[in-house]
């Protein structure tokens, strides 16, 4: 009976009520704390911090209250040495206060690897194993012998290269290759190809880029990695074959109706 009564008394109401109201306080404030740990509502838009200075895009991130760890360093010869070149998340991302910032920076200097045994490989291995391992070509050196293409010695600013040098990456490297006995190749088809493209088809071809001539349609940079061939010395439609280590001019242009007709013209020659 005495049970019944305390359940039924103003003493357990009171209490009951109390405890309540101490529970949803304590429920109300812990939810605050979560709110506040995580940021909760505060969004921030990651600034573009691509190509600026280390110190100017670290002081942009401090300012808009995010961090940032570097993350990478690699090479471009392009942009400035310290600059940031990457970043994570990418720029207009919303993220949280206090966000972390991977960054990406341009090496001061190009990373050194060593350079490849080349000699007495066909070019097209040789022409393989120099982008693999991050060089470029630059120019085909035709002398005497027996066979052809074949890799005699490589060079660099005329300099004679051995396997285990240490070379920039991303260094041109000449190949001095076996020019054969009268031996002569088909120029390429370049017409429609944009410069990279053609660059390369030229080379494959045991070829050299010549001289390269925009039309006035290009006018800024955007325009000449656009552009395309509308014509090439050693026309295509010629048939012509021509001495290994030629150089081959290309001009370009972004009309493109004038590439329209350049390649009609050639198709209306070859048949």
């Known amino acids: ?36 740990y995580t940021n909760h509502g505060e969004e921030i838009e990651v600034p573009s911090l691509y190509g600026m200075s280390l110190e100017e895009g670290t002081n942009l991130i401090k300012e808009t209250n995010l961090r940032y760890s570097i993350y990478d360093s690699v090479y471009n010869s392009v942009l400035p040495a310290g600059s940031i070149i990457d970043q994570s998340p990418k720029a207009n991302a919303v993220v949280k206060r206090n966000r972390n910032i991977f960054l990406t920076i341009n090496s001061l200097k190009p990373e050194q690897i060593r350079f490849p045994n080349l000699i007495d490989n066909s070019f097209r291995q040789a022409y393989e194993i120099l982008s693999t391992n991050g060089f470029k070509i630059g120019t085909l050196k035709y002398v005497d012998s027996d066979f052809y293409n074949l890799v005699l010695y490589a060079e660099f600013k005329g300099d004679s290269l051995k396997q285990g040098d240490f070379i920039d990456k991303g260094t041109s490297i000449d190949l001095v290759l076996g020019k054969g006995n009268n031996v002569k190749v088909l120029t390429p088809e370049l017409v429609g190809r944009h410069y990279n493209d053609a660059k390369e088809h030229i080379l494959l071809s045991n070829l050299n880029f010549g001289r390269i001539t925009f039309d006035n349609s290009v006018s800024n940079l955007t325009d000449s ?44 020659q070859l048949k």
């Open 1 to 36: 009976m005495r049970l019944r009564q305390f359940f039924k008394s103003g003493i357990f109401y009171k209490n009951l009520g109390l405890s309540i109201i101490i529970a949803v306080v304590l429920v109300w404030i812990t939810l605050q704390s979560l709110r506040l």
């Open 225 to 268: 990695l656009n552009a395309q061939v509308y014509q090439q010395s050693h026309a295509y439609e010629d048939q012509s074959k021509i001495t290994p280590g030629s150089k081959i001019n290309i001009w370009l242009t972004t009309d493109s109706l004038k590439i329209k007709n350049a390649q009609a013209y050639i198709q209306s």
